[in-house]
C-alpha cells in the first residue's frame, strides 16, 4: 500500500509538473521570441538613424570642403606656396574625410565610433548618384586645385585656359547637387526609417496582445489542470464541515489526477457508508433502548394486571374454602339441620373455587405459553378434524354459557354450508377461537357474534375465518398494538396476553391475523387465514 501511494505521488509530482513546466516553456519561449524580433527592429532603427546621421554628414562634409575652397580662392591670387600647399592640405583632408563619409555609407563599418551597417540595397540607385557626383566633383577638384599641371588631354587644356571664377561657380554647382542628392536620401531614409519606427510599433503592439493571449490560454490550461485540485480543496472543506454529500467530477483522462479524484471519491463514499452504518446502528440502539424502556413499562403493566387477576381468583378460593370449612364444623357440632348450609348452596359455592381455579390455572398457562412462543419451543400436535363441527362445538358451550348472562345471539356461517376439514393443531386453534369469542363477548353486551369460515384462493388453498361482532370496538389507541404483549387497559380487565398468543399460533401454522373496526360503525371483526394442509 505504501508503495502503491509513493507510486502515484512520483506520477502526480512528473506528469503535473511536466505539464505546467511545458505550458511555462511555451510562455518563455513566446516572449524570447516576440523580444528577439522586437530588438531586430529596433537595431534596424538604430542603424537606419546611424545611416541618415552618416547621410546628413555627407552635406556638413560637402559644406566644409566648400568653405576651404572659398578660403582657397579667397587666398589664391597671392603668391605665397605656403599658403597653398596650407590650402590644398586642407582640401585633400576635406576630401577624404567626404569621400570615407560616402564609401562608408555604402559598404558600412565603424565611422565616428558609430557603427554603421551597409546601406539597405533598395537605396543603391540613390547612393551611386551621390557617389557620380562625388566622383564628379572630386575630378573637377583634383584637375583644377589639387593637380592643375598634370593636365594632359584636351579637356584638361581647355580647363587650363579656365579663370578661378569659373572653376569656382562649376565646384558650387557640382557641391549643391552633390548636397542635394545627399538630401533627397536622408529624407528618403527618414521615411523608411519611420515606416521601420511604425512597423516596429505595429510589432510591439501585436506581440504585447498575443503575449497577453498566450499568457491568458497558459493561464487557463494551468487552471484547466488545477481544476480538480481546487474542486478537491473545495470538497474537503464541506467535509471538514459535516457534509458527506459531496463528489468530485473525475475527467476521465486516466491521469493522476483522476486517480487522486476517484481515490477521494472512494474515501468519502467509505465514510459516508461508515457514518450511515454508524447512525444506523445508533438508531436500532435507541430503538432497541425505547423498546426496552416500553417493555418495561409493559412488564410493570403486567405485573400490575398480572398481580390483580391473580388476586381476583385467589381470595374467593380462600374465602370460601375458609366458609366451607367453618361451616362443615358448625355442621358436625349442631345436630339441628336448620344450622347447616344446605347441599345447593354448597354446589353453588364450590362452583365459584372451580371456576376461579381455572380462571387461575388459565393465567398460568398464558404466561408459560409466552415463554415458549418466545423460547421457540411451541411444537403444533397437527391431525385432520372438521372445522365446522369444532366450531359448532365451541359455540354451543359458549352459548350455555352466557345465555343467564348477556344477551348475545352467537351464530355461525361457512360458505355454501360444507363442511371444511383442515389439518391443524385442534387443541391451539380451539383455544384460538375461544380466545377470541371470549373477546367479543367481553365488549358485547347485547347483539349478536357471528362466525364466518370460507375456503380463499383460487385453489381454496386457505379458510378465513372471521368473528363479527356488535360491540363497542376496538379503541383507537389500543388498535395499533393489539396484538402485542401485555396489550391492555386495565378497565377492561385480563392480562394482555391471550392476542399475541392466538396471534403467534396462527402464524406458527402459516397464517395472519388482524382485527378491524366495522365500517357500519358497530362493533369489531376479528379474522385470521389458515392454510387448509
Known amino acids: 500500500m505504501l508503495k502503491h501511494d509513493t507510486n502515484a505521488f512520483r506520477l502526480i509530482r512528473s506528469k503535473i509538473g511536466l505539464k505546467i513546466a511545458i505550458l511555462v516553456v511555451i510562455q518563455i519561449i513566446f516572449i524570447i521570441t516576440s523580444f528577439s524580433i522586437l530588438s531586430y527592429y529596433d537595431s534596424q532603427g538604430t ?35 605656403i599658403s597653398k600647399i596650407s590650402h590644398i592640405s586642407k582640401i585633400n583632408s576635406a576630401i577624404d574625410q567626404l569621400e570615407t563619409n560616402i564609401l562608408a555609407l555604402r559598404q558600412g563599418g565603424k565611422v565616428s565610433d558609430v557603427d554603421l551597417k551597409p546601406l539597405p540595397s533598395e537605396f543603391f540607385d540613390d547612393w551611386n548618384i551621390i557617389y557620380q557626383k562625388w566622383v564628379s566633383l572630386k575630378t573637377t577638384l583634383t584637375n583644377n586645385i589639387i593637380k592643375p599641371n598634370e593636365q594632359i588631354n ?27 542628392s545627399s538630401n533627397a536620401l536622408v529624407t528618403k531614409l527618414g521615411k523608411y526609417a519611420g515606416n521601420t519606427s511604425q512597423n516596429s510599433m505595429f510589432l510591439q503592439t501585436i506581440f504585447a496582445f498575443l503575449n497577453i493571449a498566450v499568457a491568458a490560454v497558459v493561464l487557463y490550461l494551468v487552471m484547466r489542470i488545477l481544476k480538480p485540485i481546487f474542486a478537491l480543496t473545495t470538497a474537503t472543506s464541506e467535509i471538514s464541515r459535516g457534509n458527506l454529500d459531496v463528489s468530485v467530477k473525475s475527467r476521465g483522462n486516466n491521469d493522476e489526477l483522476s486517480v487522486l479524484t476517484d481515490s477521494f471519491n472512494f474515501m468519502v463514499n467509505s465514510i459516508k457508508k461508515y457514518v450511515n452504518k454508524q447512525n444506523e446502528l445508533t438508531r436500532k440502539l435507541k430503538d432497541a433502548n425505547e423498546e426496552l424502556k416500553n417493555n418495561d413499562r409493559l412488564k410493570d403493566e ?52 372451580v371456576r376461579n381455579s381455572k380462571r387461575l390455572r388459565q393465567l398460568a398457562e398464558d404466561i408459560l405459553d409466552v415463554a415458549k412462543i418466545e423460547g421457540g419451543s ?32 352467537l351464530s355461525y356461517y361457512s360458505q355454501g354450508n360444507d363442511s371444511i376439514t383442515i389439518e391443524a393443531d385442534r387443541s391451539r386453534l380451539c383455544q384460538v377461537i375461544y380466545n377470541l369469542l371470549s373477546n367479543a363477548v367481553k365488549f358485547t353486551n347485547d347483539g349478536s357474534i357471528t362466525v364466518i369460515a370460507e375456503k380463499k384462493d383460487k385453489d381454496d388453498n386457505f379458510i378465513l375465518l372471521s368473528i363479527r361482532d356488535t360491540g363497542t370496538g376496538i379503541d383507537s389507541e389500543m388498535l395499533p398494538k393489539l396484538f402485542t404483549k401485555f396489550a391492555t387497559k386495565s378497565q377492561t380487565g385480563g392480562t394482555g396476553l391471550g392476542l399475541f398468543i392466538s396471534k403467534s399460533i396462527i402464524e406458527r401454522h402459516g397464517g395472519k391475523m388482524w382485527a378491524e373496526n366495522n365500517s357500519d360503525g358497530k362493533g369489531a371483526t376479528f379474522a385470521f387465514s389458515l392454510p387448509i394442509n
Not at 538613424?49 to 582657397?72: Q, V
Not at 366458609?323 to 359455592?349: D, P, Q, T
Open 47 to 81: 542603424y537606419l538613424g546611424n545611416s541618415i546621421n552618416i547621410a546628413g554628414k555627407n552635406r556638413f562634409l560637402t559644406s566644409n570642403l566648400m568653405l576651404h575652397l572659398s578660403e582657397y580662392f579667397f587666398e589664391g591670387s597671392s603668391d605665397n606656396d
Open 154 to 180: 584636351s579637356e584638361a587644356t581647355a580647363t587650363a585656359t579656365t579663370t578661378d571664377k569659373d572653376i569656382k561657380t562649376t565646384l558650387d554647382t557640382r557641391a549643391l547637387s552633390l548636397v542635394d
Open 302 to 353: 403486567f405485573i400490575n394486571v398480572a398481580a390483580h387477576e391473580l388476586r381476583s381468583p385467589i381470595q374467593p378460593i380462600l374465602g370460601l374454602s375458609e366458609f366451607l370449612r367453618s361451616n362443615k364444623g358448625r355442621e358436625n357440632n349442631n345436630s339441628s339441620n336448620s344450622a347447616a348450609m344446605s347441599l345447593e348452596k354448597e354446589e353453588e359455592l364450590l362452583d365459584v373455587i
Open 378 to 409: 411451541l411444537f403444533l400436535n397437527k391431525e385432520k378434524f372438521n372445522l365446522k363441527e369444532m366450531i359448532t362445538e365451541i359455540l354451543s358451550e359458549y352459548e350455555q354459557k352466557i345465555k343467564n348472562i348477556k344477551n348475545i345471539k
